[in-house]
Nanobody
């Protein structure tokens, strides 16, 4: 089994910055794409951005130029650097990863989610 644990959320003023981290643990063989999603109150969960195992990242238009996704493959960790934050960025942020993990002598693949971390942008 594997799990994702997020950290780094909190309250920040408009224009400020936050950095989220998400570490995967367990019997991991490899991790393919890793990504960040967010869900604001009363809204559906939406994609923020995705990064491949090779480090290529794509972003939602709403965060392009302000947010940066990176990863440390040696630590099985993905990061989300959020700059120039706006009140509309307020949401619960979830990390997601496509993980191949060991199950005895076999390997299994799972689409794994973190528990979510609250980001509030307010003055």
């Amino acid at each position: 089994q594997v799990q994702l644990v997020e950290s780094g959320g909190g309250l920040v003023q408009p224009g400020g910055s936050l950095r989220l981290s998400c570490a995967a643990s367990g019997s991991i063989f490899s991790i393919n794409d890793m990504g960040w999603y967010r869900q604001a109150p009363g809204k559906e969960r939406e994609l923020v951005g995705i990064i491949t195992s090779g480090g290529s990242a794509n972003y939602a238009d709403s965060v392009k130029g302000r947010f940066i996704i990176s990863r440390d493959n040696a630590k099985n960790t993905v990061y989300l650097q959020m700059n120039s934050l706006k009140p509309e960025d307020t949401a619960v942020y979830y990390c997601n990863a496509d993980i191949v993990w060991r199950y005895g002598l076999a390997r299994r693949s799972s689409d794994s989610w973190g528990q979510g971390t609250q980001v509030t942008v307010s003055s």
